[in-house]
């Protein structure tokens, strides 16, 4: 019996039915969201420590409401970070003379993080202010990846085969998500971090003779396809570095987010390094058609930077078939008055409590 209607259905149906019904992957769609915070510079709290007040211009308290709301609309997101965290206010500063590491502690920083799950971040050229060893050890604390793909260790010779990678160049996490009709589906996220190789000029005394800052562009044309051979199903660049290359920089060309963007392959920029935000104000979606999406979200966690991807399955392969770049902001300025237009996280508040009496008591004692 079942035979004759399979029959029947293959002869007399028109064949559009038959893709219809036994469809499969090749119509699968996942929307997925990525987020992105940047340029923390140690502001996880609302509060200015030179002037000693609270503040609703910046902190990581508030762009987590952002975050958690998100997370509980959508089911498919992601959340980076793309550097500059660890150093910048009085947060930072006592995390690093405090030496509290020798209490086997995790950095402040990284604790918020850590509490928020992001997914994956990259160092920026702040990261080396307080050295090397300072960051090593603020980094074995997080509960998620650091990646960077462009740092190595100079093994002073100019044989590039045998250089080491400071940290992982790049990822691949697996993610199971439910695409539009409920199907749950397996997908490949690739993660690669860059930063401006002025970070070398700049933090010289760390960078002479014991590390090198290759090529960004160069460096991407190296591993994206050594990702796509992995299975990543779409890439994610972090990348620490402006739209345009570092002024003093002698190799500029590459070295840019306009120069990565023309390595095929990658999906999504998110980038941080300018202090600027792109899309240039909340609101604006800017969908992208050849390019990869791109966002950057401001600094202190004034911004929250998001690209929505849509994802098609052809023949077995995830494509974005659109993508939008946008920033939310955490206040509005009408007349001149800063207005928050979110909350703070008050558990993320409550965990930071004891390090920001630390940190008031330490700033005195200096
Ligand atoms: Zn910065």
């Not at 090749?26 to 030179?50: C, E, P, R």
């Not at 002025?198 to 044309?221: C, G, H, M, P, Q």
């Not at 690209?307 to 902001?329: F, M, P, R, Y």
Request: proline share 3%; glycine share 8%; no cysteine.
């Amino acid at each position: 019996m079942f035979i004759w209607f399979m029959i029947f259905f293959y002869i007399v149906m028109p064949s559009s039915w038959h893709l219809t019904v036994f469809a499969g992957d090749d119509a699968s769609v996942i929307n997925i969201k990525i987020m992105q915070t940047t340029d923390m510079h140690g502001n996880i709290l609302d509060y200015k420590y030179q002037s000693a007040e609270k503040t609703v211009d910046f902190g990581l308290v508030r762009t987590a409401s952002l975050i958690k709301k998100i997370r509980e609309e959508y089911e498919n997101t992601l959340l980076f970070d793309t550097g500059d965290i660890l150093e910048g206010n009085a947060l930072g500063e006592y995390a690093y003379r405090s030496r509290f590491f020798n209490l086997g502690r995790v950095h402040p920083v990284i604790k918020a993080m850590n509490y928020l799950n992001y997914d994956g971040a990259t160092v920026g050229n702040h990261e080396f202010n307080y050295g090397l060893n300072f960051l090593m050890q603020s980094l074995q604390g997080a509960a998620f990846p650091f990646v960077n793909a462009n740092i190595y260790i100079d093994d002073h010779n100019t044989n590039p085969i045998d250089d080491i990678n400071l940290l992982p160049p790049y990822i691949i996490q697996d993610k199971e998500w439910t695409d539009e009709s409920g199907v749950k589906q397996k997908l490949k996220i690739g993660i690669i971090g860059f930063v401006t190789p002025i970070v070398a000029e700049w933090d010289k005394e760390y960078f002479r003779d014991k590390l090198i800052v290759k090529n960004i562009s160069e460096t991407a044309r190296h591993y994206v396809p050594l990702m796509k051979e992995e299975g990543a199903d779409i890439i994610v660049a972090l990348a620490h570095v402006g739209m345009d290359a570092d002024k003093g920089l002698q190799e500029k060309e590459g070295n840019s987010v306009s120069d990565l963007s023309q390595v095929s392959g990658i999906d999504a920029i998110l980038y941080g390094h300018t202090h600027s935000v792109y899309p240039s104000r909340p609101g604006l979606n800017l969908v992208n058609t050849s390019r990869p999406a791109i966002v950057q979200a401001g600094y202190w966690g004034n911004h929250l930077g998001i690209i929505d991807l849509k994802l098609v399955n052809k023949n077995g392969k995830w494509k974005v078939e659109k993508s939008t770049s946008s920033i939310q902001t955490i206040y509005r300025t009408i007349k001149n008055k800063k207005i928050p237009v979110t909350g703070r996280d008050t558990e993320l508040e409550k965990l930071m409590m004891k390090d920001h009496l630390n940190v008031k008591k330490f700033s005195e004692i200096k």
